[in-house]
């Protein structure tokens, strides 16, 4: 578990707020652990329903994505999921999902029924942790439009392994400066507005320039700190959501 420090720096959390999350936190994964194991394979939508409406589902392993479809095919991918997201939160007050949620690669979780959840809401710390979360994805989603109205394609895309970098050695899933992804080039153009041949372009010249390397699924970022110069969002998608 997460220190009140780390947790407090993970997007800015008010200190005052920081213990009643991490009490949430551990009663909402406790929750979890004791929900329904589900999987699903590559491209698969995943299924995480608990008698008539759809409940939430926590990612233990594998990546997934949110996305919508417009009536022309043409495909939007709105948040990109990483193991210990949750899905499913607005089916607590909506009954039912704002968009579909698709595996990327192999997937499996936890379901808890959205009946669950709102006997959970009866419990400060951890209504407070569900709004943490939704604060979080609503946080990266702003930044994703911030990058795409703002930023150039290698300043997406060099934002994008960041964001997934950071997210990840914050959960202490990963060690190094290497992940696995398993997004393909269509499906990361789909979530930075860019296209295919664009995304392949792009990455080639952060290959060459040796800033990363993303090829099979790996990702390995060469240097972090030239990264960060590059798709800061501390800098130019700040400035933009400040409307400077």
Known sequence: MASLNRLERKIGYAPA????????????????????????????????????????FLITRGFAYRSTTFPDARRAILDVLVPGDIVGLESLVL??????VTAAGHVSGKVLSAERLRELLGDQTTAAWLFALMCEANDRMDRIA???????????IAAFFLD???????RELITGNSFNL???????GDHLGLTMVHVNRTLRQLREDRLLVAARGVVVLMNVDRLREIGNPGAQVERALAGD
Request: hydrophobic share 35%.
């Open 182 to 188: 398993p997004l393909t080039q269509e499906q990361m």
């Open 164 to 170: 997934i970098y950071d997210r990840l050695r914050r």
């Open 95 to 100: 009954g039912r999902l704002q968009q579909d």
């Open 146 to 156: 911030a990058s795409i109205a703002r930023c150039d394609a290698r300043e997406r």
């Open 17 to 56: 707020i920081v213990e009643d999350l991490l009490a949430g936190s551990r009663t909402l994964r406790r929750a979890f652990l004791e929900g329904r194991l589900e999987s699903a394979g590559r491209d698969a939508p995943l299924s995480f329903s608990e008698g008539r409406e759809p409940g939430a």
